[in-house]
């Protein structure tokens, strides 16, 4: 592999300075040798002059959060990431090449989660280029890389979480939102290492279940969370009966027997664990009738 080798050309403040002064030095030679009729100090004087004029051609701009890759007959030379006026060897190729932070966000993707139920994708990638001898020579067209390869790793994610769960441990899609994301960021960036490419961040920026299941799935999950919803109250409901039982067998405020216990439990759990209010029948009786 080809990697970045960071160079510091010449400013170019100095190298303008020195190449305009033997410019102008040439020139005056070339005027006294052709006053003079040297044809031999006219040619030298010539090409003089015209090997300092070309040397203007190394001449560049670094812009901040830019670069220049230096290239000379094919070969890599270096990279010129300093801003500022700049001056290198003027047959060196120098393409620019953006180190700026950039976004992108894949298209809406139908793929199967690990329950096997389709859904729709998509997630916004943050990524720059680190490495500028990579990105340049490693692969084809880095930008189009980080697209294919983004798109393909969150393909590889669906498949590997359910939508959704109820469990409180269990990692899903729509409920381990930071965990899925750096798992993500992870598979992205281990894809594009290779292109010279770091991921900032990378998170799902959308998520749903597809156009013909979702109504279905819509009703599957609120059964799921009622379901869930009724072990907690009814696990509650049992903590409190068994709580009332102990209070009031401990402060001795009534005795009741085994039939008594089993009939308060039943009123018990009706009023706590009903979705609607309780409406209380008094016993103006004694305990028993």
């Known amino acids: 592999m080809i990697h970045e080798i960071e160079r510091k050309p010449i400013h170019g403040g100095v190298a303008f300075t020195v190449l305009t002064l033997a410019v102008l030095a040439t020139g005056y030679?070339?005027?006294?040798?052709?006053?003079?009729?040297?044809?031999?100090?006219?040619?030298?004087?010539?090409?003089?002059?015209?090997?300092?004029?070309?040397?203007?051609?190394?001449?560049?701009?670094?812009?901040?959060?830019e670069a220049r890759v230096l290239m000379l007959f094919g070969a890599y030379k270096g990279t010129a990431r300093?801003?500022?006026?700049?001056?290198?060897?003027?047959?060196?190729?120098?393409?620019?090449?953006?180190?700026?932070?950039?976004?992108?966000?894949?298209?809406?993707?139908?793929?199967?989660?690990?329950?096997?139920?389709?859904?729709?994708?998509?997630?916004?990638?943050?990524?720059?280029?680190t490495d500028t001898a990579e990105a340049s020579f490693e692969v084809d067209d880095y930008v189009n890389y980080v697209h294919v390869q983004s798109e393909s790793a969150v393909r590889n994610l669906a498949v590997h979480y359910p939508y959704d769960t109820h469990e409180d441990d269990a990692l899903s899609l729509r409920g381990s939102t930071d965990h899925v994301a750096q798992n993500l960021r992870e598979q992205i960036e281990a894809r594009l290492e290779r292109a010279g490419i770091t991921v900032i961040e990378a998170r799902i920026s959308h998520l749903a279940y597809s156009p013909e299941i979702a109504e279905a799935m819509l009703r599957r999950q609120q059964a799921g969370a009622i379901i869930a919803a009724r072990q907690k109250i009814v696990e509650g409901a049992v903590g409190m009966v068994e709580m009332a039982l102990e209070q009031l067998k401990k402060q001795s405020i009534v005795e009741l027997d085994e039939e008594r216990k089993a009939a308060m439990v039943s009123n018990l759990l009706v009023v706590l664990c009903s979705e609607h209010h309780a409406q209380p029948v008094l016993n103006t009786g004694s305990l028993y009738t």
């Open 29 to 65: 030679w070339l005027v006294e040798a052709a006053t003079d009729e040297a044809i031999g100090s006219s040619v030298a004087a010539l090409l003089l002059l015209m090997a300092g004029l070309g040397c203007y051609h190394g001449l560049m701009f670094v812009y901040p959060n």
């Open 82 to 129: 300093e801003p500022g006026w700049r001056w290198v060897n003027p047959f060196y190729l120098k393409p620019k090449l953006s180190l700026r932070v950039r976004n992108f966000e894949t298209g809406r993707m139908k793929v199967n989660d690990q329950d096997g139920n389709p859904i729709e994708i998509a997630a916004v990638v943050v990524w720059r280029v």
